[in-house]
């Protein structure tokens, strides 16, 4: 199956000279959506032996906890400042214009544990190197990074270049 074709493009969403990836078209397409996972698996499992399966707030949950039951494994999000109800640790970060802070619940990962962080897809990668600070705090190791869609022309993959980055579609 072609999965590339079935995502949408939303031209000048959310700004004008914004290309938008609307995964929404896999996500209702049962056949489309299986294969996505099944390849998202097959990446994860490539890496070695893993303990969590990591996603981050909101789509990162969408395929973060369905591969989290596929391999067997536990899944642990990560959430904007403020959502999450026990005690937490955070990390601050650069977006465009300002900043913002995510968390995870401090006993979420232990020291030692290898992690997967999945998500929908990797533009700069600012976020994601967010994602990893939180993992490497709690003394997670990062065995990859896994990805539906990866906007290659913006050069993510350089900014996470000390990590295994797999995607199944790359625009």
Known sequence: ???????????????????????????????AFRETLDSMKQKMLDLGPFDLVVGPESRGFVFGAPLAYLTGKGFVP????????????????????????????????????RVVIVDD???????????IKLVEKLGGKVLGLVFFVELGFLKGRERLKDYRVESVVVL
């Open 121 to 131: 897809l990797l533009a700069t990668g600012g976020t994601m190197a967010a994602n």
């Open 1 to 31: 199956m072609d999965l590339k074709a079935k995502l949408r493009h939303v031209m000048d969403f959310p700004k004008e000279g914004i290309d938008f990836i609307d995964i929404t078209t896999v996500l209702q397409d049962a056949g």
């Open 78 to 113: 990560i959430r904007k400042k403020g959502k999450l109800p026990y005690k937490t640790v955070q990390v601050e970060y650069e977006l465009e214009y300002g900043t913002d802070v995510l968390e995870i619940h401090e006993d979420a990962i232990t020291p030692g544990q």
